[in-house]
């Protein structure tokens, strides 16, 4: 390899999150040898998370700013005005609560957070990425979205981006010790030629479906969560305050699985009917955890009471199911932690993602267009 090739091989691929929240994308980006050189989130306790954990420790410009207010040219005049310096990647979960699954009877139709969306596509526009990869619930996808996600697309083809069409992720597939799917939308700009594996093969898979695939690995049990202790002084070791009553229950809930029936507890509104197995149940450590939602720190939530003891997950408990690294302290107290978490893309994922994206693009060529 010469010399030349050889400063183009080791030179990072610049990357820019919107959206960025506590940092989960940014963080497998880092993981993934990117280098994230900017990134946007206007909740104040999200943004204090990803000060203390990523712009102090490896020196990411944050713009704790209102996105819709904040001109995606003045993060281009900030970091990309050289010639030699360019935005190669864009990434970005636009709040995702218009989506979400627990939404019914047509809710989140016109809510005003999907509207960023296209906002998200602005920035886009404006960075000039060669490629871009959005993260959001599969409820995106469902029909009475369709307007907001076919404006989305038509803005992409206008701006001469060619958008991959949505793949469900599931992040267990890929080593994440969770159930949790989300869809992922891979834009590539039209000169740029890139050949890759998309989404990329899964790592690991269902030896009891599946027990012949070979150079694949079980899904991660939650067990993995547990099974490490946790120091005394990590903030984020804390979980609920649960009243005597509610200790109990949890107590007469059996170990490892225990579904919220099996306790004996039985409310006025559970009359005529089972209610809900996953509320109050206790994690089973033997399988992929629950998907970590924005209450995955409360019980009453789904099924987020700790497998042996009575009391639900802490926060810390919650970020390792998403992977962060126990160096990873969220801010803002329970309640705020617990919706970062929840909110985040599971660093491991991320950094699975964008190897294959990054390989890509080591490998792409640009072809010339009309506009030079």
Known sequence: MTPR???AADKKLNCVDLFAGAGGFSLGAIDAALNVVAAV????RAARTYK????TKYGVTLYERDITALDPLEVVRAHFSSRTK???VVLGGPPCQGFSVHRINGAGVKDPRNELILRYFDYVHALRPKVFL???VPGILWPRHKDFLDAFYEAASASGYRTLAPVIVDARDYGVPQRRKRVFILGIREDVQLSLTWPPRPTHHDPAIEPSRKRMKPWVPASTVFNKSIRKADPNNIHMNHSAELVEVFRATPKNGGSRHQSGRLLACHDGHSGHNDVYGRIDPEIAGPTMTTACINPSKGRF??????????VRHAAR??????WFEFQGGLIAAGEQVGNAVPAKLAATLLREIKSALRKSSTKKTKSG
Not at 305 to 314: A, L, S
């Open 5 to 7: 090739r050889r400063r």
């Open 41 to 44: 989130e206007l909740n104040s």
């Open 52 to 55: 203390v954990n990523l712009s």
């Open 86 to 88: 360019k935005c190669d």
């Open 134 to 136: 959005m993260e959001n």
């Open 305 to 314: 009471v700790h497998p042996t003891e009575h009391h639900g997950i802490t």
């Open 321 to 326: 199911f998403q992977t962060f690294p126990d």
